[in-house]
């Protein structure tokens, strides 16, 4: 497992998570629609905003986010580049 990790670490540059692709992930997984997110970020322009990167997440999104859909925190506090 550790040789593993090693020869990933060195050809593979996954970089931070990514908060947006990790909602669409879980969104996929889940079968979920722009719609089922609103109780969790919020009416569905601020869901559209954020979906389509023109909103950052509050901090009360990423509580309610990982508290509903289980997203890890690390996925959603990731600034992405």
């Known amino acids: 497992?550790?040789?593993?990790?090693?020869?990933?670490?060195?050809?593979?540059?996954?970089?931070?998570?990514?908060?947006?692709?990790?909602?669409?992930?879980?969104?996929?997984?889940?079968?979920?629609?722009?719609?089922?997110?609103?109780?969790?970020?919020?009416?569905?322009g601020r869901v559209s905003e954020v979906l389509n990167r023109k909103r950052p997440l509050s901090l009360r999104m990423v509580k309610r986010l990982h508290d509903g859909l289980k997203i890890p925190y690390e996925s959603l506090l990731t600034e992405a580049s």
């Open 1 to 44: 497992m550790t040789l593993v990790e090693a020869y990933e670490n060195k050809h593979y540059d996954f970089g931070p998570a990514d908060p947006v692709e990790a909602i669409k992930f879980r969104m996929e997984q889940g079968g979920l629609t722009p719609r089922d997110l609103e109780p969790f970020i919020g009416p569905s």
